[in-house]
């Protein structure tokens, strides 16, 4: 009989975030990791799933101090940090495989460090296989009323790599 999908359940790990406090706890205790120092993280989800969000907090729990920008125009924005250098990519108007070579995007992420990376499917082809895949996928998601408060997230961690696993929640 074929087997047709092998998947080690000890790769996956399910949350829900029932607020943006549920976010920024699960960033804080990321951001705890060792191994977070050379991962590469790929944010998955529908446009204000909390992509973003969720790496603002994690930024912060690094202790990055000043703006965190959302880089839609730039495509990455890159943090220094004593002894860490982060890089954020928004990969969503990404259309231009030659930018990808040009901007030296190849070489960050042979690089040591953290990258995270929102819309990677934009640059499907291009990227490197990742450690880590989030996935954010709004419960319950209003389809007009934007007054609705229905904040809960469920929120999907699969590990990629050995380095991956070591980063579960
Ligand atoms: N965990 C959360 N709980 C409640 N609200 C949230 C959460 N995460 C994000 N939000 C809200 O949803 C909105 C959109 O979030 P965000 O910009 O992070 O989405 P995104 O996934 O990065 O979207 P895009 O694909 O457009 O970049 C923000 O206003 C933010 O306050
Ligand atoms: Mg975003």
């Not at 419960?139 to 809960?152: E, F, G, K, M, Q």
Request: net charge negative; with cysteine; glycine share 6%.
């Amino acid at each position: 009989m074929p087997i047709l999908e092998a998947r080690d359940l000890h790769t996956v790990r399910t949350v829900l975030w029932t607020d943006e406090a549920d976010c920024a706890a699960t960033a804080q205790a990321l951001a705890g990791n060792a191994s977070l120092r050379t991962a590469c993280i790929e944010l998955h989800g529908t446009l204000g799933a909390g992509k973003t969000s969720f790496v603002r907090h994690l930024l912060r729990a690094l202790d990055v101090v000043g703006a965190i920008k959302s880089p839609t125009y730039a495509v990455m924005e890159p943090y220094a940090l004593p002894g860490l250098s982060i890089w954020h990519f928004v990969f969503y108007r990404f259309d231009d495989p030659q930018e990808f070579e040009d901007a030296g995007f190849r070489e960050v992420f042979a690089s040591t460090g953290l990258k995270l990376v929102e819309w990677p499917e934009r640059a499907a082809g291009l990227l490197p296989p990742c450690d880590l895949r989030i996935e954010i996928a709004m419960v319950d998601a209003p389809l007009i009323d934007t007054d609705s408060d229905d904040t809960r997230r469920q929120v999907t961690f699969q590990a990629e790599t050995p380095l991956g696993l070591t980063l579960l929640p």
